[in-house]
Protein backbone atom coordinates (compact mmCIF):
# COMPACT_ATOMS: atom_id res chain seq x y z
CA UNK A 1 0.00 0.00 0.00
CA UNK A 2 1.38 3.60 -1.05
CA UNK A 3 1.08 6.67 0.91
CA UNK A 4 -0.18 9.53 -1.33
CA UNK A 5 0.18 12.71 -0.18
CA UNK A 6 2.90 14.98 1.50
CA UNK A 7 4.91 13.62 4.73
CA UNK A 8 4.82 15.89 8.14
CA UNK A 9 8.30 17.54 7.25
CA UNK A 10 7.81 18.34 3.84
CA UNK A 11 4.38 20.42 4.73
CA UNK A 12 6.71 21.47 7.55
CA UNK A 13 9.49 22.85 5.61
CA UNK A 14 6.97 24.32 2.91
CA UNK A 15 5.01 26.64 5.78
CA UNK A 16 8.32 27.72 7.48
CA UNK A 17 10.01 28.59 4.10
CA UNK A 18 6.32 30.36 3.19
CA UNK A 19 6.85 32.07 6.71
CA UNK A 20 10.75 33.30 6.07
CA UNK A 21 9.50 34.44 2.75
CA UNK A 22 6.84 36.59 4.21
CA UNK A 23 9.13 38.02 6.58
CA UNK A 24 11.75 39.37 3.91
CA UNK A 25 8.91 40.88 2.27
CA UNK A 26 8.31 42.29 5.08
CA UNK A 27 11.08 43.82 6.09
CA UNK A 28 12.50 45.10 2.40
CA UNK A 29 9.00 46.66 2.54
CA UNK A 30 10.28 49.65 5.18
CA UNK A 31 12.62 52.32 2.97
CA UNK A 32 14.88 52.11 5.42
CA UNK A 33 15.76 48.72 5.86
CA UNK A 34 15.64 48.79 1.73
CA UNK A 35 18.39 51.16 1.79
CA UNK A 36 20.27 49.92 4.70
CA UNK A 37 20.41 46.31 2.61
CA UNK A 38 21.26 48.42 -0.75
CA UNK A 39 24.42 50.11 1.23
CA UNK A 40 25.51 46.90 2.46
CA UNK A 41 25.00 45.27 -0.72
CA UNK A 42 26.91 47.81 -2.57
CA UNK A 43 29.63 48.00 0.24
CA UNK A 44 29.91 44.72 0.13
CA UNK A 45 30.79 44.37 -4.17
CA UNK A 46 32.98 46.88 -3.43
CA UNK A 47 35.27 44.94 -0.61
CA UNK A 48 34.65 41.77 -3.08
CA UNK A 49 36.42 44.13 -5.62
CA UNK A 50 39.51 44.33 -4.15
CA UNK A 51 40.40 40.51 -3.28
CA UNK A 52 42.03 39.73 -6.66
CA UNK A 53 44.52 42.74 -6.47
CA UNK A 54 45.39 41.41 -2.76
CA UNK A 55 45.97 37.92 -3.99
CA UNK A 56 48.41 38.99 -6.99
CA UNK A 57 50.14 41.65 -4.54
CA UNK A 58 50.50 38.56 -2.04
CA UNK A 59 51.43 35.93 -4.58
CA UNK A 60 53.97 38.24 -5.44
CA UNK A 61 55.04 39.09 -2.52
CA UNK A 62 55.61 35.22 -1.62
CA UNK A 63 57.61 34.48 -4.96
CA UNK A 64 60.19 36.98 -4.34
CA UNK A 65 60.69 36.26 -0.71
CA UNK A 66 60.65 32.82 -1.66
CA UNK A 67 63.49 33.62 -4.72
CA UNK A 68 65.78 36.02 -2.28
CA UNK A 69 65.73 32.68 -0.05
CA UNK A 70 66.39 30.68 -2.65
CA UNK A 71 69.50 32.71 -4.20
CA UNK A 72 70.65 33.09 -0.68
CA UNK A 73 70.59 29.72 0.39
CA UNK A 74 71.68 28.06 3.47
CA UNK A 75 74.77 29.75 3.54
CA UNK A 76 73.29 32.96 3.38
CA UNK A 77 71.12 32.18 6.25
CA UNK A 78 73.71 31.08 8.40
CA UNK A 79 75.78 34.43 7.78
CA UNK A 80 72.73 36.63 8.66
CA UNK A 81 72.61 34.78 11.99
CA UNK A 82 76.02 34.80 12.73
CA UNK A 83 75.83 38.87 11.76
CA UNK A 84 72.92 39.68 14.26
CA UNK A 85 74.48 37.32 16.75
CA UNK A 86 78.00 39.11 16.99
CA UNK A 87 76.31 42.80 17.11
Same mark, same amino acid.
Given at each position: MEREGYSTFSLLLAFVGGAVAGVAAAYLSVPENRE =?? =?? $??TG??? =?ASRIPRAIKDASVAAKDAFAS? $? =??GAD???SDLIEEATH
Open positions: =RV =RS $YASKV =RA $Y =RGGVK
